[in-house]
C-alpha cells in the first residue's frame, strides 16, 4: 500500500469529476497519480472536506462523521484497494468501543470521509501500476485552480438557496 494524499478535484474533457490521488512522500513529476471517476455531489463533497469549509446543512459525510464521533468512533484508514472492469473498491477501517471493523465503500464516499476525519488514505500498489498516470501529465495549478473554481461556484449557490425552494 502507498500512502496518498488528494492533489485535488478536476473535470475531464467531457466534463466529468475526477479525484486525483498523489503519493503522499514522492514529487508530483516523479511520481504516478491515480485518477478515479467521481459524481459531481462527491466531488463537491471532497472538495469542502479537504478545504475545511462547512455547508450550510450537513451533506452525508457530514452526518457520517458526526455519527462517528457521536458513537466514540473514528476512522482508522481507507484504503482503496482494487480495480476491476474500470471499477475500484475501497475499504473504511472504523475504530471505536466495538473494536476494530473493515467496511466496503464506494472511493469517492470514503475519500469525502476520511478528509473530514483527518485519516490516511492508501492505495494499493497494484492499483496505482494499473490505473495510475504519470504524475508529469498533471498540471497541479490547474487542478488547485479548477478546485476552487468549483468550491467558489458551490458557496455562491448555497448564499442563494432559499428553503422554500425545496419545499413540496
Not at 468501543?97 to 494499493?124: E, K, N, T
Not at 490547474?142 to 458557496?155: C, Q, S, T, V
Amino acid at each position: 500500500m502507498v500512502q496518498v494524499q488528494v492533489l485535488g478535484v478536476a473535470l475531464d474533457a467531457k466534463q466529468q469529476h475526477i479525484v486525483l490521488l498523489k503519493p503522499l512522500f514522492e514529487h508530483l513529476g516523479e511520481s504516478r497519480v491515480l485518477p478515479i471517476w467521481i459524481g459531481e455531489q462527491e466531488a463537491t463533497s471532497i472538495l469542502i472536506g479537504a478545504s475545511g469549509a462547512h455547508a450550510p446543512r450537513p451533506l452525508s459525510h457530514d452526518l457520517m462523521k458526526t455519527l462517528l464521533d457521536t458513537l466514540d468512533a473514528g476512522v482508522a484508514e481507507v484504503e482503496v484497494q482494487r480495480i476491476d472492469g474500470g471499477t475500484f473498491y475501497a475499504a473504511i477501517t472504523l475504530t471505536g468501543p466495538a473494536g476494530r471493523h473493515v467496511v466496503d465503500a464506494r472511493p469517492s464516499d470514503a475519500i469525502a470521509l476520511a478528509v473530514r476525519m483527518g485519516a490516511p488514505l492508501f492505495v494499493a500498489d497494484e492499483v496505482l501500476e494499473e490505473a495510475g498516470i504519470p504524475g508529469s501529465l498533471i498540471d497541479e495549478s490547474a487542478a488547485d485552480d479548477e478546485a476552487e473554481d468549483e468550491l467558489a461556484e458551490f458557496k455562491k449557490f448555497i448564499e442563494g438557496v432559499d428553503p422554500e425552494d425545496f419545499r413540496g
